[in-house]
């Protein structure tokens, strides 16, 4: 079932609308011919065709949506959890579609918006300690009633909550987390956050809980930590202690900031997501906001992204070979197609199939669902389970920043957004970290999480590279005309000064709060 035609390394698609079985138009992709040397710069482009004009389209947007074909696939994209028996198929998906996949996210600039998504830890103010479910799940409930939000269930259990293009969402350790819709401008992107954690904190402080912008549970043990009642997160915490020492840690006692942005063609997505991975460790050193376990300082600056050198490396870090001649969507699609699978939702259940891959699902050898073909639902699933630095699925994901205080969530996109969707700041980016070596960028990775901006690089410090990164993205936010360059204020006292947000908490810990971790509670509170 090949979506896409294949010029050397660059995918083109066309969208058209055609009837399914049920009577309804569904948009799916079809292959188009064009030059390679055209395609690399242009995006993809969709176009809606109906058969029949006295037909009423029904269209399954492409933002949030898979990507189906006449005849074979009519296609509805999971929520959490994810839809089933949404794809009927009568053919069986190739490896072509998958990078179709990918390649849908191709958008022309005009239509490039900024994803942010946060985590907190929430806790009872009196106790400090980590919410329950049963006070997530009356959290869950009120923000709904109070403010019109439609409640997600896993079973008997909410889960979540959607409103528009927002979800709010549950993660392993009772992390509430907010992924936000895709805004056009970073002022939207925090009126977003200011919008929901005023949301939050009229239902939280009723009833005695509060919530903490930090990286890394500064507090308690994994044993104080609830457990969800997710599905997925069972597999995952059974399968984690195989592949790591601290993907237990990683589950229940991490709490990131991320951006996730568009590309406008295969070759955009490469220069950005190089980039991306390029400069990861230092967008990690100036959020770093991670330095406590269990009540004492743990010797990290970033306990968090250390935590994923340890994790499963099967499917975490920094992905040299994207800085491959060859990389592209379907380089990225064979990395996925052998990161072990954790599962398969059927039948409102999720089946374990972890050390099996996609690639067997595509071949219908998955052990746990014998003789079974995927959908694009699972293939959208399994992509959600790969964890690097940077992650491509329709758009790229930043996913190097500590969770912090509220302004920090602001900067962290504002960080992103001056560099990649400036074509003058990206460009002086790439030529920066052209000759990094593999070795370099991993000695950053590596180093980053217990040095910040001190870590030792070349002739000098990874400071003063980082002075001159967040100067350009200052520029390109000048240059897109928001106004939007103070919402570097946050980190531009960090690189002026060199002190990572971590180390200001250090000296706290030292000083002004006598080495007692309680009062972090205080100084991060939302």
Same mark, same amino acid.
């Given at each position: 079932?090949?979506?896409?035609?294949?010029?050397?390394?660059?995918?083109?698609?066309?969208?058209?609308?055609?009837?399914?079985?049920?009577?309804?138009?569904?948009?799916?992709?079809?292959?188009?011919?064009?030059?390679?040397?055209?395609?690399?710069? !242009?995006?993809?482009?969709?176009?809606?065709?109906?058969?029949?004009?006295?037909?009423?389209?029904?269209?399954?947007?492409?933002?949030?949506?898979?990507?189906?074909?006449?005849?074979?696939?009519?296609?509805?994209?999971?929520?959490?959890?994810?839809?089933?028996?949404?794809?009927?198929?009568?053919?069986?998906?190739?490896?072509?579609?998958?990078?179709?996949?990918?390649?849908?996210? $191709?958008?022309?600039?005009?239509?490039?918006?900024?994803?942010?998504?946060?985590?907190?830890?929430?806790?009872?103010?009196?106790?400090?300690?980590?919410?329950?479910?049963?006070?997530?799940?009356?959290?869950?409930?009120?923000?709904?009633?109070?403010?019109?939000?439609? &409640?997600?269930?896993?079973?008997?259990?909410?889960?979540?909550?959607?409103?528009?293009?927002?979800?709010?969402?549950?993660?392993?350790?009772?992390?509430?987390?907010?992924?936000?819709?895709? #805004?056009?401008?970073?002022?939207?992107? $925090?009126?977003?956050?200011?919008?929901? =954690?005023?949301?939050?904190?009229?239902?939280?402080?009723?009833?005695?809980?509060?919530? #903490?912008?930090?990286?890394?549970?500064?507090?308690?043990?994994?044993?104080?930590?609830?457990?969800?009642?997710?599905?997925?997160?069972?597999?995952?915490?059974?399968?984690?202690?195989?592949?790591?020492?601290?993907?237990?840690?990683?589950?229940?006692?991490?709490?990131?900031?991320?951006?996730? =942005?568009?590309?406008?063609?295969?070759?955009?997505?490469?220069?950005?997501?190089?980039?991306?991975?390029?400069?990861?460790?230092?967008?990690?050193?100036?959020?770093?906001?991670?330095?406590?376990?269990?009540? &004492?300082? !743990?010797?990290?600056?970033?306990?968090?992204?250390?935590?994923?050198?340890?994790?499963?490396? !099967?499917?975490?870090?920094? =992905?040299?070979?994207?800085?491959?001649?060859?990389?592209?969507?379907?380089?990225?699609?064979?990395?996925?197609?052998?990161?072990?699978?954790?599962?398969?939702?059927? !039948?409102?259940?999720?089946?374990?199939?972890?050390?099996?891959?996609?690639?067997?699902?595509?071949?219908?050898?998955?052990? $746990?669902?014998?003789?079974?073909?995927?959908?694009?639902?699972?293939?959208?699933?399994?992509?959600?389970?790969?964890?690097?630095?940077?992650? =491509? &699925?329709?758009?790229?994901?930043?996913?190097?920043?500590?969770?912090?205080?509220?302004?920090?969530?602001?900067?962290?996109?504002?960080?992103?957004?001056?560099?990649?969707?400036?074509?003058?700041? #990206?460009?002086?980016?790439?030529?920066?970290?052209?000759?990094?070596?593999?070795?370099?960028?991993?000695?950053?990775?590596?180093?980053?999480?217990?040095?910040?901006?001190?870590?030792?690089?070349?002739?000098?410090?990874?400071?003063?590279?980082?002075?001159?990164?967040?100067?350009?993205?200052?520029?390109?936010?000048?240059?897109?005309?928001? &106004?939007?360059?103070?919402?570097?204020?946050?980190?531009?006292?960090?690189?002026?000064?060199?002190?990572?947000?971590?180390?200001?908490?250090?000296?706290?810990?030292?000083?002004?709060?006598?080495?007692?971790?309680?009062?972090?509670?205080?100084?991060?509170?939302?």
């Amino acid at each position: 079932m090949a979506l896409i035609s294949q010029t050397g390394s660059s995918y083109c698609m066309r969208a058209e609308m055609f009837q399914n079985k049920t009577g309804q138009n569904v948009v799916f992709s079809r292959a188009g011919h064009v030059e390679a040397s055209k395609l690399k710069d !242009n995006c993809i482009g969709f176009s809606a065709l109906s058969s029949n004009s006295s037909r009423k389209a029904h269209i399954l947007h492409m933002d949030n949506a898979a990507v189906g074909q006449k005849r074979r696939y009519s296609v509805v994209v999971a929520a959490s959890p994810p839809t089933e028996d949404a794809v009927i198929a009568t053919e069986p998906l190739t490896k072509e579609d998958l990078v179709a996949y990918l390649a849908s996210g $191709c958008k022309p600039k005009e239509a490039w918006r900024i994803g942010t998504e946060h985590e907190k830890f929430g806790f009872e103010l009196k106790t400090l300690r980590p919410m329950k479910y049963e006070q997530i799940s009356e959290l869950f409930n009120g923000i709904a009633e109070r403010f019109d939000w439609e &409640k997600v269930m896993e079973g008997d259990y909410i889960i979540g909550l959607k409103q528009g293009k927002q979800s709010i969402s549950l993660e392993p350790g009772g992390q509430f987390e907010l992924s936000g819709a895709p #805004l056009e401008t970073l002022h939207q992107t $925090c009126a977003e956050v200011n919008s929901h =954690l005023y949301q939050v904190k009229a239902v939280t402080e009723e009833m005695g809980i509060g919530f #903490l912008g930090i990286g890394f549970q500064p507090k308690w043990g994994i044993k104080d930590i609830p457990i969800m009642p997710k599905g997925r997160y069972e597999i995952m915490r059974n399968y984690m202690p195989k592949v790591g020492t601290l993907g237990l840690d990683m589950m229940f006692r991490t709490c990131t900031v991320q951006v996730n =942005l568009d590309f406008s063609s295969e070759r955009d997505m490469i220069r950005k997501f190089r980039a991306g991975l390029a400069l990861q460790p230092i967008a990690t050193a100036l959020f770093a906001n991670s330095p406590f376990t269990e009540g &004492k300082p !743990n010797g990290f600056l970033s306990m968090r992204s250390q935590i994923w050198t340890d994790t499963d490396n !099967n499917r975490t870090g920094m =992905l040299p070979f994207v800085f491959d001649e060859s990389f592209g969507f379907e380089q990225y699609v064979d990395y996925a197609l052998d990161v072990p699978m954790y599962f398969v939702y059927r !039948n409102k259940k999720y089946i374990d199939c972890t050390d099996m891959t996609f690639r067997d699902f595509l071949a219908g050898k998955l052990r $746990c669902i014998p003789g079974e073909l995927p959908t694009l639902n699972d293939w959208e699933n399994h992509l959600t389970t790969i964890f690097p630095e940077v992650r =491509l &699925k329709r758009y790229l994901e930043m996913r190097g920043a500590d969770g912090g205080p509220w302004r920090r969530l602001c900067a962290l996109p504002a960080f992103w957004v001056g560099i990649l969707y400036d074509d003058v700041s #990206l460009q002086n980016v790439l030529d920066i970290t052209a000759d990094w070596t593999p070795e370099e960028r991993q000695m950053l990775r590596n180093k980053v999480p217990i040095t910040g901006l001190k870590t030792p690089f070349r002739d000098g410090l990874l400071k003063h590279v980082a002075q001159d990164v967040v100067k350009l993205a200052k520029d390109g936010l000048e240059r897109r005309g928001f &106004k939007e360059s103070g919402f570097l204020n946050e980190v531009a006292e960090v690189v002026r000064t060199g002190v990572t947000p971590a180390e200001t908490l250090l000296e706290l810990y030292n000083g002004k709060w006598e080495r007692q971790i309680d009062p972090v509670f205080q100084e991060l509170l939302y």
